[in-house]
Structure formats: C-alpha cells, structure tokens
C-alpha cells in the first residue's frame, strides 16, 4: 500500500523535515513518521526538536524505528545505522533507500556561524577572497546537512508557530505544514499532508 500511495502523488519530496515543536517528544511516534517515509519513497528524512533530546537519545529513537521497520515493513533492517548532522561520529545510511540525520539547535545557527568563521579563515589565509561567497560556497562550508539536499517538506507538530531553529538557511523555499501534534499521528494524517504538499503550486518566490 505505502510505495502504490507514494506512486499515486502527483510529486513526492525528496527530503522531509520531523520538526516537533512539543515539549515531550515520542519515539515511536516519531520512528513511526520515520518509517512511513521510507516506505512511500522519500529519500532523506532529518529529526528536529528544540531541545535536542531526539538527538542525545538517538540510540532509543534507533531501537524503536528499527522495531517498526520490522513489524510494518517486513524488512531485514538488522544492518543499521544513522547518519549524524554534527559528523562527530560515523556516518553511516539506513537501509530502505532512505537517510536519517537527527538534528539538534546546534546544527541551525551555531552553524552557520561556524561556516563564516571558516570562510574568514579562508580569506585570511588568501585562499579566498570575499567576493567568492555565494549561495553554493555558503552551502558547501555547512556541515548539517552535508551530502543532504534542502528540505522540500517540512512537518512541524505542534502549537508553536515557528520552527525553532529548525535549518534556517535550508529551508528559503521549503513548504512548511503544520500539524497540531505528533502524539499519536495516523498514517491517514501523514499521508494526508503528503497530498497537500503535491497539491501545491510553488513559485520558487515569483
């Protein structure tokens, strides 16, 4: 049923953005988004929430999205592990097609900062000069989301009306739908957001 719904979309984002603006976050409410994304097709999955505790306890959100893997998809999933924004430990993909990363603050502001600092090195060094920032040297001195494209998708759950830092530099032409919680989330209200997200026109800002 999931890969027929993900075929059935007139388009399907490349890249989903988990943004939980709650205080006390689900784990396997969240494997569960996770899972449902690997199965529709979704190439790359990034875990938000504001507090970085998805992120300290990634071994737990591990556990459990491996648990659903099993039970919902059937697959041999046994050979796992996820790929974190900050690259202080080993990169690796989940199976099934798709990659995880599980962000935290750290990765939004902090390090767009870092990357400036770095690009200010570079011209201190005369390896660059200042008129060679552009949006793609930006891109490419940032760290969370190496290797990820941009988000096409974000799913922010939650009464917050903002992202709370969520990649702020990544998300410039990202549709963003939000959804009052991921408490307890159907697959229905999934998919549901995944057909308005093919419904919508974007104008890339024209």
């Given at each position: 049923?999931?890969?027929?719904d993900?075929?059935a979309?007139?388009?399907l984002?490349?890249?989903v953005g988990?943004?939980?603006t709650?205080?006390?976050?689900?784990?396997a409410?969240?494997?569960s988004l996770?899972?449902w994304?690997?199965?529709v097709?979704?190439?790359y999955?990034?875990?938000?929430?504001?507090?970085?505790?998805?992120k300290?306890?990634?071994?737990?959100?591990?556990d459990?999205i491996?648990k659903q893997?099993?039970?919902?998809l059937g697959?041999?999933?046994s050979?796992?592990?996820?790929?974190f924004?900050?690259?202080?430990?080993t990169?690796q993909?989940?199976?099934?097609?798709?990659?995880?990363?599980?962000?935290?603050?750290?990765?939004?502001?902090?390090?767009?900062v870092?990357?400036?600092?770095?690009?200010?090195?570079?011209?201190?060094?005369?390896?660059?000069t200042?008129?060679?920032?552009?949006v793609?040297?930006?891109?490419?001195?940032?760290?969370?989301t190496?290797?990820?494209?941009?988000?096409?998708?974000?799913?922010k759950f939650?009464?917050?009306?903002?992202?709370?830092?969520f990649?702020p530099?990544?998300?410039?032409?990202?549709?963003i739908?939000s959804?009052?919680?991921?408490?307890?989330?159907?697959?229905?209200?999934?998919?549901?957001?995944?057909?308005?997200?093919?419904a919508?026109?974007q104008r890339?800002?024209?």
């Amino acid at each position: 049923r999931w890969r027929a719904d993900g075929r059935a979309l007139r388009k399907l984002p490349v890249h989903v953005g988990l943004v939980v603006t709650e205080e006390e976050p689900s784990y396997a409410d969240m494997a569960s988004l996770v899972v449902w994304c690997m199965a529709v097709g979704i190439s790359y999955v990034s875990v938000y929430d504001h507090n970085g505790i998805f992120k300290r306890n990634n071994s737990r959100l591990m556990d459990e999205i491996l648990k659903q893997q099993q039970e919902l998809l059937g697959l041999d999933c046994s050979k796992y592990t996820v790929e974190f924004a900050n690259h202080d430990k080993t990169g690796q993909v989940l199976n099934c097609q798709s990659t995880l990363k599980v962000l935290s603050p750290e990765d939004g502001k902090a390090d767009i900062v870092k990357a400036a600092q770095n690009f200010c090195q570079l011209v201190a060094q005369q390896q660059r000069t200042h008129s060679d920032l552009d949006v793609t040297m930006l891109d490419n001195l940032l760290s969370s989301t190496n290797g990820f494209p941009d988000p096409d998708l974000v799913l922010k759950f939650g009464p917050v009306d903002s992202t709370l830092g969520f990649l702020p530099w990544h998300i410039r032409l990202t549709e963003i739908i939000s959804l009052p919680s991921h408490l307890n989330i159907s697959y229905e209200d999934f998919f549901s957001a995944l057909h308005h997200y093919a419904a919508c026109e974007q104008r890339w800002g024209k």
